[in-house]
């Protein structure tokens, strides 16, 4: 098994690379079982759910290759069958429910195993099925899959009940190639939504609106292939700047969309550190007085709830009161047991956690129990006194190229054993 093992107490220095978003990459190369020809994905990162998608495509019959040194996937799917995606494959990871939009999309029939990924309680997909249904597919769901096919699909209007990303891009992947006009309304706002529709609309697709509560497809015929590089990853970027202004340290965070990093941004400074915005990089400065300070979590431009855990890490050693209200996922406070054994003052009432600062953690044996809730206790590992242990580090591993090695550059004492 391996595990992360970090000694903290070191300010990071230097200069951070950011990856290509995960959350865009793990539905814009299911998108590419909608194009005719072959789709150039530049910027993807090295990822295990960009692994588990590469394989879910190849037993597909996709001519797919994924070049990890240029980070550069080529991906032909003209000979996918309209077949069912490998259960074993879809069940690792959450975003593999792109594959329902995409098979009724391109084969007006899909048959998806149900998703994993991270636990946060329950993760219905009632909207995406709403959507489904309105676009003319019969669904049917089981404990194991998910059944939809349509004689023909349709446009149609939907309005999503929950401001849903997965539903919102599930939706657009099977509204692209229907007949007519599909509005989403109440849609997710995220950048990962937008970088889809530009993907898509490379490939020829017709989608307005994107980053808007309102999108607008147009069904076109067909879709061709093309060049398409991935946005870089905000949560990536949000989990150094977090570990910028932990440690006390000064971290040049490059390749950033600041757009995107705004609502970390300004909790950051809202806490005292200094955050210095540049065309296409960030910088962030810790402080020795730092603040406590009021988090809720919320969709796009909110406060990503996929920052949440690093944050928590940092107000734990943050003096006075801090509060976090989780306001996307029932739970996602899995992790703050791990927290608690390194010392940290915290009690979650309901979707709120209440921090109260304490002066340092102390290095232990903790559980990555998810993947932000890993980069959390990692960040917690890189103030902590003494040595902490991470396990269960595959969770990391979906979703963070090359975590330990960057940390590492930046200064971290930290490393990746295998035992
Ligand atoms: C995406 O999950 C991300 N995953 C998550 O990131 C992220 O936490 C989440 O969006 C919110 O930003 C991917 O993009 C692969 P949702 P998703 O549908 O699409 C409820 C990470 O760490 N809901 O926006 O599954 C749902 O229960 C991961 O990178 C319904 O009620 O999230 C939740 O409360 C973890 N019915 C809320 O909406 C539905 O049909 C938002 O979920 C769908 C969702």
Redesign the pocket.
């Given at each position: 098994m391996e595990k992360i093992i970090v000694r903290g107490g070191r300010s990071l220095s230097g200069e951070v690379t950011v990856s290509g978003a995960?959350?865009a990459v793990?539905?814009i190369i299911p998108a590419a079982i909608l194009v005719k020809g072959t789709c150039v994905i530049e910027n993807v990162p090295d990822i295990e759910d960009v692994r588990v998608l590469v394989d879910i495509l190849d037993a597909m019959g996709a001519d797919v290759c994924y070049d990890r040194l240029t980070s550069t996937l080529k991906v032909d799917c003209s000979n996918v069958k309209a077949e069912t995606p490998p259960a074993h494959l879809v069940r690792k990871m959450?975003?593999s429910y792109y594959l329902i939009g995409v098979l009724l999309g391109r084969f007006k029939r899909a048959d998806v195993a149900l998703p994993g990924?991270?636990n946060?309680g329950?993760?219905?997909?009632?909207?995406?099925?709403r959507g489904f249904e309105a676009l003319g597919a019969d669904v049917t769901c089981n404990e194991e899959s998910v059944t939809a096919q349509a004689e023909n699909l349709s446009g149609n209007s939907v309005y999503l009940?929950?401001?849903?990303?997965?539903?919102t891009?599930n939706i657009m992947l099977a509204a692209v190639l229907a007949k007519g006009v599909t509005t989403i309304e109440n849609v997710?706002k995220?950048p990962?939504i937008v970088d889809l529709a530009n993907f898509l609309n490379a490939m020829g697709a017709n989608v307005k609106g994107a980053g808007t509560d309102v999108i607008k497809i147009t069904g076109v015929e067909t879709l061709s292939g093309g060049t398409y590089s991935i946005i870089p990853d905000q949560?990536e970027a949000g989990t150094f700047m977090v570990a910028a202004a932990a440690t006390g340290g000064n971290v040049l965070v490059k390749n950033v969309i600041p757009k995107h990093m705004e609502a970390v941004s300004a909790k950051l400074m809202e806490m005292g550190a200094d955050v210095l915005e540049y065309d296409t990089d960030i910088r962030v400065i810790g402080n020795k007085d730092m603040r406590s300070v009021n988090i809720k979590t919320l969709?796009?431009p909110g406060f990503?709830?996929?920052m949440q855990p690093q944050a928590v890490a940092l107000l734990s050693v943050i003096e006075g009161e801090s509060r976090v209200t989780e306001g996307?996922?029932?739970s996602r406070f899995q992790y703050i047991e791990e927290l608690k054994k390194m010392g940290a003052d915290i009690e979650v009432n309901g979707r709120t956690a209440v921090i109260k600062g304490v002066s340092h953690l102390v290095g232990q044996t903790v559980r990555a129990t998810?993947?932000?809730g890993g980069a959390g206790v990692v960040i917690a590992g890189l103030i902590a006194s003494g040595e902490t242990v991470i396990t269960e580090i595959k969770h990391i591993d979906r979703?963070y190229e090359r975590l330990v090695d960057k940390f590492k550059g930046l200064g971290a004492d930290i490393k990746r054993v295998c035992e």
């Open positions: 995960k959350n793990v539905a959450r975003a990924g991270c946060f329950s993760r219905p997909i009632d909207q995406h099925i009940d929950v401001v849903s990303v997965g539903a891009i997710a995220e990962h949560i969709p796009y990503p709830t996929d996307v996922w029932d998810d993947l932000r979703g």
